[in-house]
């Protein structure tokens, strides 16, 4: 581990291959070292910056990823410890990845979110706002999470589901299929919200 003040080593370096997202260039990633289950030479994902990945610890963006920030955004979006973003993943705005927490497949993360501890968010899924997500949740399928939305625990969230305003889920409750969440709600232990049902004002369930 690192002492504290002492400058990390190198881990990647900005290659000339290119892509152009919002008006900003990106910049294909390469690994300078081994770390974690990178080898030194692998390519990776596009970033906007050096800022956007952090040389410390073992995060990486892999794949045709991208983390990058809006065209009148200074850069901002920021993946730090051991986070893991793949596929066609994008990672943008001011929002920030840390922890071990895994992005992948056509998800948007974007806004001033927040995603930490062991998250997974995957497929389809959005989130944006001032959502933020720790322990072990799961957003999958098409889910949108969003507004100041608070996650944690065991949760999964995933189909065609809407969760927004100020909800809030904790321990093992799982909202799918076409379920609406907002509001000041709050939903704890096992609980289940499916089908198209909508649960909002300020409800407890548990």
Do not use: P
């Not at 504290?4 to 190198?10: C, D, P, Q, R, Y």
């Not at 390519?43 to 920030?69: M, P, R, T």
């Not at 899924?125 to 608070?150: D, L, M, P, Q, W």
Request: a positive charge.
């Amino acid at each position: 581990m690192l002492l504290k003040g002492k400058i990390a080593l190198k881990k990647y370096e900005l290659t000339d291959e290119t892509r152009t997202v919002e008006g900003k260039i990106l910049h294909r990633i390469r690994a300078l070292r081994n770390f974690g289950d990178v080898k030194k030479g692998e390519l990776g994902g596009f970033i906007e910056s050096e800022k956007n990945l952090s040389h410390y610890d073992n995060c990486w963006i892999y794949q045709e990823a991208l983390v990058y920030d809006k065209a009148w955004i200074v850069v901002d979006a920021k993946i730090f410890d051991n986070v893991k973003i793949f596929d066609t993943a994008e990672i943008f705005g001011k929002a920030k990845i840390f922890g071990y927490a895994c992005i992948s497949g056509n998800t948007r993360v974007y806004g001033y979110a927040r995603i930490f501890g062991n998250a997974k968010v995957s497929d389809n899924a959005k989130i944006f706002g001032y959502a933020c997500i720790s322990g072990n949740t799961r957003v999958y399928g098409n889910a949108r999470v969003y507004g100041n939305t608070v996650i944690s625990g065991n949760v999964e969230i995933f189909g065609d589901t809407w969760v927004h305003h100020n909800a809030k889920f904790f321990g093992n409750a799982k909202i799918f299929e076409k379920a609406e969440v907002y509001g000041n709600v709050i939903i704890l232990g096992n609980a289940e919200v499916k089908g198209n049902t909508v649960v909002c004002g300020n409800e407890i369930m548990s």
